[in-house]
């Protein structure tokens, strides 16, 4: 605010705030309202009963007569006529109105008012304006006449066709004077011809209250009418029955009649239906015609004896549990999953059948056999891993499993995988690792073992022999070398241990020796020991020793020379043929070994001075020279085309086509 006055917002926010205060009033207000003409209604009201009470006094045998009981209704216009009520209205409201009525009801000496007004507002005396106070009263009576009256009814009055059920019938009786617990006589009769009058009557006995305790509740408590019912049982019986009630006698609380002669009422028909369904057959089928599922469907022949319509719209229900079945549904055909486990064991399913009358049936129990399931279980058996250790074979009809994945096997170090076997000490698999099987038959659990191996490998090489004092040595059998010689073993199931094994013969051939200035002899006299030898080891193993061993081996000939045979700087040369080469002198070994151009390697001795070329099939072998041993293509000679003619240097040349073998070719270190 300044001093021109309120701003713009300042004035809307005021606005806003008393429009808020406003608001919030109205129900406060509106209640006040209310609760001012609910007490003025209420005053009206309480004026209307006295003035009823006072024409009572002035009337009362006039309208129930002498001793009698019974209910008047007195309106605003008969109050008004005998000059006991003034105009009831006040601020534009008026009572004034055929709505405006006192129920009076009587019984013996005690007098009960219910008041009800009926208020339009003046000005527009439209019935859509009426206020009825008390708001829920339902007050009808128009007349001032004492009337005495009951009613009696039977819930349901029939059945339909389609009904049929078997649930029993109510009869309900009541009287807003009350009903005699003593006095009444009421009967019923079922009956199928209600036309033929050989009706077997029984007594209809209500459980009614004492007449002082309906009196209290009709004049004290105000409650409108006495309420008492009963129900039949329908008869045991197939047909359509009627109901048939005959009222002989009946009489109020206060002891007043209600009736002046015998009443009959009849009910129905009432198709009652106490035929049970037929069970002809179930049959249990499995959902997987490849085994016997616990997943089923149950197909049920059933036979309604339903005689009076064509509605045969029975309904089924299945289970497990003999005693109990609680879902009874439509159709014929029932889905089902058996409880449990697939154990192979023999289940017994039971099937009701319900019709629209309740009737049930229900079957023996019919027979199923769910599959079986067997595990199979792997082990490791030396193993270091393997990809799962179980496994569920669900046997299908033709005994075999359903669809078995291996499981992987991963073998220790140096070990290899072979797969998997029903024996943990085979050596061959019958399952092979992460490969799927379906024809697996099984009669219980299967154990499988995974079934590892591994191998060693002995080699005897008899074409890279090692020696004591010679530079190199070929080793052969008549004009070819021996074939080397090797044998394996294998460990399985991580089960490692030695392999045996037996040292070969070392063949040295079946001919002599010829050398310079020694007699022909055989081979193994010129060598105190031949025997084998690991690479990289000194140990040895003589010629038919039985050795074990738990690794792989490579094994060479080790031949040591007899010490008389020991000649520094010489050759010794062992030829199959020893006229085709013979050596007069010493050879001493020259330098190195070169290439004559041609692809063949040189080995060069001297003689004298003179060098002489060891040509032909020539090789290395871990740094040793070795001589194949039979040739056709090379021939030993010298850069010189003859020795010298003092023979001290001398050769025979072999022809070309026959050729010579060398089994033993020793060359001095």
């Known amino acids: 605010?300044?001093?021109?006055?309120?701003?713009?917002?300042?004035?809307?926010?005021?606005?806003?705030?008393?429009?808020?205060?406003?608001?919030?009033?109205?129900?406060?207000?509106?209640?006040?309202?209310e609760d001012s003409m609910n007490k003025k209604l209420k005053t009206y009201a309480n004026s209307v009963e006295s003035s009823a009470k006072l024409y009572i006094d002035s009337y009362s045998e006039d309208l129930f007569g002498r001793d009698k009981s019974g209910i008047v209704c007195l309106t605003y216009d008969e109050l008004k006529s005998k000059s006991l009520i003034k105009d009831i209205s006040d601020n534009d409201i008026s009572c004034n109105s055929n709505k405006t009525i006192v129920q009076v009801t009587k019984l013996g000496d005690a007098y009960t008012y219910d008041v009800q007004l009926g208020c339009t507002n003046s000005k527009n005396s439209d019935e859509s304006n009426l206020i009825i106070f008390p708001k829920n009263s339902n007050l009808k009576c128009e007349t001032s006449s004492t009337t005495l009256k009951y009613d009696l009814n039977v819930s349901p009055?029939?059945?339909?066709?389609?009904?049929?059920?078997?649930?029993?019938?109510?009869?309900?009786?009541?009287?807003?004077?009350?009903?005699?617990?003593?006095?009444?006589?009421?009967?019923?009769?079922?009956?199928?011809?209600?036309?033929?009058?050989?009706?077997?009557?029984?007594?209809?006995?209500?459980?009614?209250?004492?007449?002082?305790?309906?009196k209290k509740d009709l004049i004290l408590n105000k409650i409108s009418e006495v309420v008492v019912k009963k129900q039949l049982i329908l008869p045991e019986k197939t047909g359509k029955?009627?109901?048939?009630?005959?009222?002989?006698?009946?009489?109020?609380?206060?002891?007043?009649?209600?009736?002046?002669?015998?009443q009959n009422k009849q009910y129905g028909p009432y198709t009652i239906d106490r035929d049970k369904p037929t069970i002809n057959g179930v049959t249990i089928s499995s959902k997987d015609s490849s085994y016997n599922s616990k997943a089923v469907n149950v197909t049920i022949n059933a036979t309604d004896h339903n005689k009076f319509t064509v509605d045969k719209d029975l309904k089924y229900c299945v289970s497990e549990n003999k005693d109990s079945c609680s879902s009874y549904s439509t159709g014929n055909v029932k889905s089902y999953d058996f409880s449990g486990e697939y154990d192979g064991q023999k289940r017994i399913l039971y099937v009701w059948v319900?019709?629209?009358?309740?009737?049930?049936?229900?079957?023996s129990g019919t027979v199923y056999s769910v599959a079986r399931t067997h595990k199979i279980i792997y082990h490791t058996n030396g193993a270091s891993m393997i990809g799962r250790s179980s496994d569920t074979c669900l046997v299908l009809a033709n005994g075999s499993c359903r669809s078995i994945t291996m499981p992987s096997i991963t073998p220790k170090s140096d070990w290899s995988t072979i797969g998997w076997s029903t024996n943990s000490d085979s050596q061959s698999a019958e399952y092979s690792p992460n490969k799927t099987y379906k024809?697996?038959?099984?009669?219980?659990?299967?154990?499988?073992?995974?079934?590892?191996?591994k191998s060693i490998s002995i080699y005897f090489d008899y074409n890279a022999g090692t020696h004591k004092n010679f530079k190199s040595i070929v080793l052969g059998n008549g004009s070819r070398p021996n074939n080397n010689f090797s044998k394996e073993c294998y460990f399985y199931n991580g089960k490692a241990s030695s392999c045996d094994v037996t040292t070969p013969n070392i063949n040295l051939g079946k001919n002599n020796l010829g050398a310079p200035g020694i007699r022909s002899q055989a081979i193994s006299e010129f060598f105190k020991k031949i025997v084998w030898r690991p690479v990289g080891s000194n140990r040895e193993y003589r010629i038919g020793q039985v050795f074990s061993t738990t690794s792989s081996i490579t094994l060479k000939p080790y031949l040591e020379v007899k010490d008389e045979y020991k000649r520094s700087g010489k050759v010794i040369a062992y030829s199959s043929n020893p006229t085709n080469v013979w050596i007069r002198k010493s050879y001493v070994l020259d330098s190195g070994i070169e290439n004559d151009g041609a692809g063949n390697q040189k080995y060069g001795v001297t003689c004298n001075n003179k060098e002489f070329i060891l040509t032909g099939n020539y090789g290395i072998v871990s740094g040793e020279i070795?001589?194949?041993?039979?040739?056709?293509?090379?021939?030993?000679?010298?850069?010189?085309?003859?020795?010298?003619?003092?023979?001290?240097?001398?050769?025979?040349?072999?022809?070309?086509?026959?050729?010579?073998?060398?089994?033993?070719?020793l060359v001095h270190k």
């Not at 021109?4 to 705030?17: C, R, S």
Request: hydrophobic share 35%; with cysteine.
């Open 354 to 363: 319900k019709d629209n009358a309740n009737n049930i049936s229900k079957s």
């Open 439 to 453: 024809e697996i038959v099984l009669n219980s659990d299967l154990n499988l073992y995974a079934i590892t191996r």
């Open 157 to 214: 009055g029939k059945y339909t066709d389609n009904d049929k059920n078997r649930s029993a019938v109510t009869v309900t009786l009541s009287s807003d004077t009350g009903i005699n617990n003593k006095y009444n006589e009421i009967y019923y009769s079922w009956t199928l011809n209600p036309n033929n009058g050989n009706d077997t009557w029984n007594k209809l006995n209500f459980d009614i209250p004492s007449a002082d305790q309906q």
């Open 241 to 262: 029955w009627y109901l048939k009630i005959e009222v002989r006698s009946l009489q109020n609380a206060a002891g007043d009649n209600l009736l002046t002669e015998k």
């Open 1 to 33: 605010m300044n001093d021109n006055g309120f701003t713009l917002i300042e004035l809307l926010a005021t606005i806003v705030i008393l429009g808020i205060i406003t608001a919030m009033s109205f129900p406060v207000l509106r209640k006040i309202s």
């Open 626 to 665: 070795w001589f194949e041993g039979y040739t056709n293509h090379g021939s030993l000679k010298t850069k010189q085309d003859e020795f010298s003619a003092d023979n001290t240097c001398k050769k025979r040349v072999p022809s070309r086509g026959n050729g010579w073998s060398t089994s033993v070719l």
